[in-house]
């Protein structure tokens, strides 16, 4: 037959294994829950739509001179 002590020894041992997988399980769970997350919004559809090909920016008119603002062209626009 077990020793009391034994026995208790060995109930320990169990119970800590126990709760070792069960944090194990929920730190994944958890992990896996976050991954998820994170490659929805990374791979989200509907930030690159294909019919939004508006430009961002207005082109730029080729009227204006280089130069400054009174009209003075700078010498290294002359050259």
């Known amino acids: 037959m077990m020793k009391k002590s034994t026995f208790g020894i060995a109930l320990a041992f169990i119970a800590a294994a126990a709760g070792v997988l ?14 998820d997350e994170y490659e929805s919004l990374l791979y989200a559809d509907s930030d690159f739509d ?24 700078d010498d290294a626009a002359q050259s």
């Open 22 to 35: 069960t944090a194990v399980a929920l730190y994944l769970r958890r992990r896996e829950k976050e991954l």
């Open 50 to 73: 294909e019919d939004d090909d508006e430009t961002a920016y207005a082109p730029i008119s080729p009227e204006a001179p280089a130069g400054d603002a009174d009209g003075v062209q």
